[in-house]
Nanobody
Framework: QVQLVESGGGLVQPGGSLRLSCAAS????????MGWYRQAPGKERELVAI???????????DIGDSVKGRFTISRDTANNTVYLQMNSLKPETTAVYYC????????????????WGQGTQVTVSS
C-alpha cells in the first residue's frame, strides 16, 4: 500500500556533493517520520538523518554525529518527499542509503507502519 522510491545516488569524488530524494506514494493518510539510514559493507545499518512529526506544528530533526555539519535533511510535506543534501563527501560515506518512512495508510490508520526503500548506492572515490 505504500512505496518509497529513492533517487540521486551515484559516484562522486571526495569533497563533492550529492542530493538524494525519496518519494512516498500509495494510500497515505499521514507520515509521522521520514529519513535516511545507510549501510556500508560489513557494517550495521545506521541512522543518517530523520525528520519526525509530532503534530502539524512540531517536527524534530535528528542528524547522525558522523555527518553533522555536512548533511542536511529536508521534507516536502505536501508531496511526501524527503531530501538529503550531502556535502563535503568523504570515502567513508560510501554505503547503500535507504529511505525510511513511518506511514499510516488507509488500511492501518491511525496506526503507522515502517517502510523502507530499495536503497540507492552512494560511492565516494577518486
Amino acid at each position: 500500500q505504500v512505496q518509497l522510491v529513492e533517487s540521486g545516488g551515484g559516484l562522486v569524488q571526495p569533497g563533492g556533493s550529492l542530493r538524494l530524494s525519496c518519494a512516498a506514494s500509495g494510500s497515505i493518510v499521514s507520515v509521522s517520520a521520514m529519513g535516511w539510514y545507510r549501510q556500508a559493507p560489513g557494517k550495521e545499518r545506521e541512522l543518517v538523518a530523520i525528520i519526525t512529526r509530532a503534530d502539524d506544528a512540531n517536527t524534530t530533526t535528528d542528524i547522525g554525529d558522523s555527518v553533522k555539519g555536512r548533511f542536511t535533511i529536508s521534507r516536502d510535506t505536501a508531496n511526501n518527499t524527503v531530501y538529503l543534501q550531502m556535502n563535503s563527501l568523504k570515502p567513508e560515506t560510501t554505503a547503500v542509503y535507504y529511505c525510511f518512512g513511518k506511514v499510516a495508510h488507509r488500511g492501518t490508520w491511525p496506526s503507522a507502519e515502517n517502510y523502507w526503500g530499495q536503497g540507492t548506492q552512494v560511492t565516494v572515490s577518486s
